[in-house]
């Protein structure tokens, strides 16, 4: 029934490991994006992809490496993680780029 | 980023209207208004949007005023369960839908 899942729900790790988080999508939505939400619980867009293909890449540290093997994926790979990653990640997905968006419920990294 | 302002926090009586405001002033003619809302610990729920003209679904209300400059939602009959952070987003009409969230309004409903 879930229409956009990610996996895992909560993550910690030390800082400098690598961690990927996944996100899959139901609804057959051809646009899928990734937030971060710090913990002032500003919500900011990383990146979107629209059919496999990346539409917007919002100034993110090319540690952060979105990667979608199809339209109903969109994985989000983190190289040599920091202090300051630490937050929640959403994604989200939309029928095309105007639609509203339906976003996951985040997966909480913890950087100790 | 943001180009909307809500005020921080509000409170609403359980079964009464909450409205709630969001200036928009600097809005061009192309940009949509967004409602989104975020419930503790969930991913943000859309709710409504329009472009000039008021708006009506199953969720809610969103009135524009006449210039574009405001907007205010409405819940008709607020219940415990929409109490959660509301966002006012305004987006251009283009081809990369970039919602630019601000710090949006904490509605608390109270029994």
């Known amino acids: 029934d879930t229409a956009v899942s990610q996996t895992p729900k909560y993550l910690v790790t030390q800082m400098g490991n690598d961690k990927s988080i996944k996100c899959e999508q139901n609804l057959g939505h051809d646009t899928m994006y990734w937030y971060k939400q710090d913990s002032k619980k500003f919500l900011k867009i990383m990146f979107s992809?629209?059919?496999?293909?990346?539409?917007i890449n919002e100034t993110v540290p090319n540690r952060f490496s979105p990667k979608s093997p199809d339209k109903a994926h969109l994985n989000l790979h983190i190289n040599s993680l920091e202090l300051g990653d630490s937050a929640v990640y959403f994604c989200?997905?939309?029928?095309?780029?105007?639609?509203?968006?339906?976003f996951g419920d985040g997966t909480r990294l913890s950087i100790l | 980023d943001a180009k909307t302002t809500q005020p921080p926090s509000m409170d609403c009586a359980e079964g009464r209207a909450a409205n709630l405001p969001c200036n928009h002033s600097t809005i061009s003619g192309n940009e949509y208004v967004y409602w989104y809302r975020q419930i503790h610990s969930q991913g943000p729920q859309y709710i409504i949007h329009g472009l000039k003209n008021n708006e009506t679904n199953e969720m809610a209300s969103l009135i524009i005023t006449e210039d574009r400059k405001s907007s205010t939602l409405i819940l008709p009959h607020a219940t415990l369960r929409d109490t959660a952070v509301y966002y006012c987003i305004v987006r251009v009409a283009d081809n990369f839908n970039k919602f630019y969230f601000g710090s949006g309004t904490k509605l608390n409903v109270k029994p």
């Open positions: 992809y629209n059919n496999k293909e990346l539409i």
């Open positions: 989200a997905s939309s029928q095309d780029s105007h639609q509203p968006q339906h």
